[in-house]
């Protein structure tokens, strides 16, 4: 069991506050992928947990047990880095093992267990090799089983994938999702690739300056980004925004025309919609056609409202041109509403 | 618009091929200038005592060993030599010694006073040593450690020091810190983490910057002849005697130094300049 309790964790490197106290529960075996921008303090705090870096303030507890005093041989934790980290000077066979020895595990149990990772890795041939004649797949599967094979409590992942090419990336993330799941343990991931981070997590962490934005499963932070930063920050292309005007009897005034809105005290909001969510129809928001990419499953047009951009995924056999000029009717309840000062959703 | 390249482009090619040409006018008055010297010294080691001291010169060495055997005859020859060995070899341990600790402290840690730091290691080789040699041989005297091997391997290790310092600073620099880390997750402390991480993979560049310092201490005249009397190494007795040999007497001993201390850096050449390489960031 190795629930992660972190309690108003914060850290500054000189004058710069790179976490600003954090607070984050993640369950026995879930698989928490830290999402944001790079600089927005997810590898920070990640290294926190695994104890490379001291937070300046706050608490982090692993399985019921405060680490933050602890160094990292101390937490029950094992971590993947984002270059590999694998030893040049040792054999693949040696690197699985290293972990292991330093446990003095006896050998048959340190073979056994070097084996089954590898197997379950696919590099059961290269265990005699070492880490200059791996291609950098092979390298990246060597850290992971390398991590497995101290079945830790709590497995820390630091951007595993970035530094594959494309094709790979896509075979491993299903890979890793498959192994980890069947290892049981605690997981988190970090990841500045938002399809990364939609297919593999039970949740995301939202991170944007040093804070955690929002935390939930990946389809409610998709649909119900709990910051206009979320929503725009999710989705390819992220979401459309236009500015609303209070017209009263609960209308809101967005681009001409009148839309069911909420009750705020405001007098202005932003309004947001998916690209996905609107139909193209005889009514709706009058956006005129920049940029029409037909991309197969469906076309994606890029239009301008009131001067500002705004995306639309349409029907591929939809007969568009430039210049035309539609009218977009967002499905009602897909609609989502901003403050525009806080940011945060209505 | 074709008329202003076609001016253009010879007036180019021309400055270019000026430029290339004094690149490598450059490149071989430098192999001149340190190839020549060390050539000379070799044929005339290796000639026989007429033909050094005769006219004209064939430019070739004769194989005749004479010298070269008379020299190492030669009373005390042997004894000095034996005295280098040992100051060498004192010096490159205590260099490697005190410097890689400073050098893994400056790769791997931020400290007050870092980069003032850095630049005082170099500017300890600006501190001229014959204004230190008087104060040093009174001092050597009162404390008893003139005229011994490690009273002029302490000497020697001060001038070691800024570049074993500065190499293996390079070194561990080198060595990406996630190495580390990902050693200390998987159940080191960071001393088990330097023994069968780091260490390993430093181990040629440590010891590459060991012969250097061996060199240095191998070179080293100044001090050996003010600090040792009866103890001395072979620049210092070299010095001391050969002022009053014969002329081929004197290629047999300057060839005696420089040979070993040539072997040696070249055997570490890479890593000499991987410091430079690395050290300028």
Same mark, same amino acid.
């Given at each position: ?61 692993? $399985? ?145 300056? $040093? ?131 806080? $940011?945060?959703?209505? | ?281």
């Amino acid at each position: 069991m190795a629930e992660i309790v972190i309690k108003k964790v914060a850290k500054s490197f000189g004058g710069f506050h790179a976490l600003h106290s954090i607070d984050l529960t993640i369950a026995d075996q879930e698989f928490m992928v830290l999402l944001g921008a790079s600089g927005c303090g997810k590898t920070t705090l990640l290294r926190i947990i695994a104890g490379l870096e001291t937070p300046s303030q706050g608490e982090v507890w692993i $399985g019921g047990r405060r680490v933050d005093g602890l160094p990292p041989r101390e937490r029950g934790i094992a971590m993947v880095f984002q270059n590999y980290a694998v030893f040049p000077h040792l054999t693949v066979f040696e690197n699985i093992a290293f972990g292991l020895r330093m446990k003095k595990l006896p050998r048959q149990e340190i073979e056994r267990r070097v084996t089954r990772t590898a197997e379950l890795m696919h590099i059961e041939q290269l265990l005699k090799r070492y880490s200059g004649q791996l291609s950098g797949g092979q390298r990246q599967r060597v850290a992971v089983a390398r991590a497995l094979a101290m079945e830790p409590d709590v497995i820390l992942m630091d951007e595993p994938l970035s530094n594959l090419d494309a094709l790979l990336r896509l075979e491993m993330r299903a890979e890793l999702k498959g192994v980890l799941a069947a290892s049981k343990t605690t997981t988190i991931y970090v990841t500045h690739d938002q399809v990364e981070a939609m297919s593999l997590a039970d949740r995301i962490s939202v991170m944007n300056a $040093g804070k955690i934005v929002q935390a939930a499963r990946p389809v409610e932070v998709y649909r119900n980004p709990a910051a206009r930063f979320v929503g725009s920050f999710i989705g390819n292309p992220p979401m459309n925004f236009i500015p609303a005007k209070r017209a009263g009897d609960g209308k809101w005034q967005v681009a001409g025309v009148a839309l069911d809105g909420p009750q705020a005290s405001r007098d202005r909001l932003e309004f947001a919609i998916r690209p996905e969510d609107v139909t193209v129809g005889a009514e709706g928001i009058p956006a005129t056609v920049r940029v029409v990419e037909p991309l197969g499953v469906h076309t994606l047009l890029t239009c301008e409202v009131e001067g500002a951009l705004f995306r639309a995924v349409v029907e591929s056999d939809l007969a568009v041109t430039p210049g035309d000029t539609l009218r977009l009717a967002p499905k009602p309840d897909r609609v989502r509403w901003f403050d525009p000062e806080s $940011g945060m959703a209505v | 618009m074709s008329t202003a390249v076609s001016v253009d482009a010879p007036h180019k090619v021309e400055v270019r091929s000026a430029a290339r040409f004094l690149f490598i006018a450059a490149i071989v008055v430098l192999c001149i200038w340190v190839l020549l010297p060390i050539y000379l010294l070799f044929v005339n080691a290796l000639s026989s005592p007429q033909e050094v001291s005769g006219f004209p010169k064939t430019g070739l060495p004769s194989f005749d060993f004479g010298s070269v055997r008379f020299f190492l005859s030669f009373a005390g020859v042997l004894q000095a030599l034996g005295n280098s060995v040992l100051v060498a070899v004192l010096t490159m341990v205590l260099s490697i010694g005190i410097g890689a600790p400073a050098g893994y402290a400056l790769s791997r840690f931020d400290f007050p006073g870092k980069e003032s730091f850095r630049m005082l290691v170099v500017m300890t080789r600006a501190f001229p040593l014959p204004l230190l040699a008087l104060p040093l041989a009174v001092l050597f005297i009162r404390t008893g450690l003139d005229d011994t091997a490690f009273g002029l391997a302490i000497v020697h290790t001060v001038l070691a020091l800024p570049f074993a310092v500065l190499i293996t600073f390079s070194l561990f620099s080198g060595i990406p810190i996630e190495l580390e880390e990902a050693a200390w997750t998987l159940g080191c402390n960071r001393w088990q983490a330097f023994r069968k991480v780091v260490l390993p993979l430093v181990m040629p560049g440590i010891a590459a910057s060991a012969v250097f310092a061996f060199t240095i201490s191998w070179n080293e005249v100044f001090a050996a002849a003010v600090l040792t009397i009866q103890n001395r190494t072979l620049p210092a007795f070299l010095v001391q005697s050969l002022n009053v040999s014969p002329l081929h007497l004197k290629f047999a001993g300057g060839a005696a130094l420089v040979i070993p201390a040539l072997i040696f850096i070249f055997a570490v050449r890479r890593y000499l300049f991987a410091m430079w390489g690395i050290a300028n960031r």
